[in-house]
């Protein structure tokens, strides 16, 4: 049976980065399981006219007044003593998190959503983004699959030029590469031919936030 996933929105805005990582979700999780909670009134507008996201659940309530059952919830919290296991998949209904832009080094923000006491687990020692995250835990309530058995690929380096590169700062699923990629680990070589799972659109859109070109 699936599971459901819930965001509650954090930020003032429905950022760029904040949509393309909500649309994002859909490529692992059906958009009927996604609540989004907290929103604003534009901010729910513009999300549900997304056609990706059409028959996703929104709610402008926060996640204490949205009427789901608080005691089958799970936060993702980084500072959670538990890391999330399949077996925890019979134990939830919804796993929540914040919809937030992550930081660098992180602010702890999750700290908003700790305070309503629910139970918490977390994901690892890296900071994660949102669609990162779901993806994450869908694999393992759902696939039953234990989160030291996920490849992940830590801060890739995107190559802008032959001079200068971003370094993006978190912790990425990684997925076999077809093509050649100027996607790169930390040491600069690609382990085992794989590559990030990156929302598509997101080099165009860094490209935009740093007004620079890109290689490609």
């Not at 459901?4 to 904040?18: A, G, K, Q």
């Not at 999780?29 to 929104?58: C, D, M, V």
């Not at 538990?82 to 930081?103: A, H, M, R, S």
Request: net charge negative; charged share 25%; hydrophobic share 35%.
């Amino acid at each position: 049976m699936p599971l459901n996933y819930i965001i509650e929105h954090m930020e003032d805005d429905l950022h760029d980065w904040c949509l393309l990582e909500y649309c994002h979700l859909t490529k692992s999780i059906s958009p009927s399981n996604l609540y989004f909670t907290n929103l604003s009134e534009i901010a729910k507008a513009t999300l549900s006219n997304k056609e990706i996201l059409r028959e996703a659940n929104f709610i402008t309530a926060d996640i204490v007044d949205s009427g789901l059952p608080m005691d089958k919830i799970c936060l993702l919290d980084p500072s959670s003593k538990q890391t999330l296991k399949p077996e925890d998949g019979n134990t939830f209904d919804y796993y929540l998190f914040g919809g937030i832009l992550g930081d660098d080094p992180p602010r702890d923000r999750t700290s908003e959503l700790r305070k309503h006491g629910f139970q918490t687990r977390n994901l690892g020692d890296l900071q994660m983004t949102t669609d990162t995250a779901i993806n994450v835990t869908k694999r393992i309530v759902e696939d039953k699959v234990a989160i030291d058995e996920i490849p992940f690929i830590d801060y890739p380096e995107i190559k802008m030029n032959n001079n200068e590169s971003v370094i993006m700062p978190f912790r990425y699923v990684a997925i076999p590469s077809s093509t050649k990629s100027t996607l790169q680990t930390t040491n600069n070589e690609l382990k085992h031919n794989l590559v990030p799972l990156l929302p598509e659109g997101m080099i165009e859109l860094l490209k935009k936030d740093a007004d620079m070109k890109f290689e490609f």
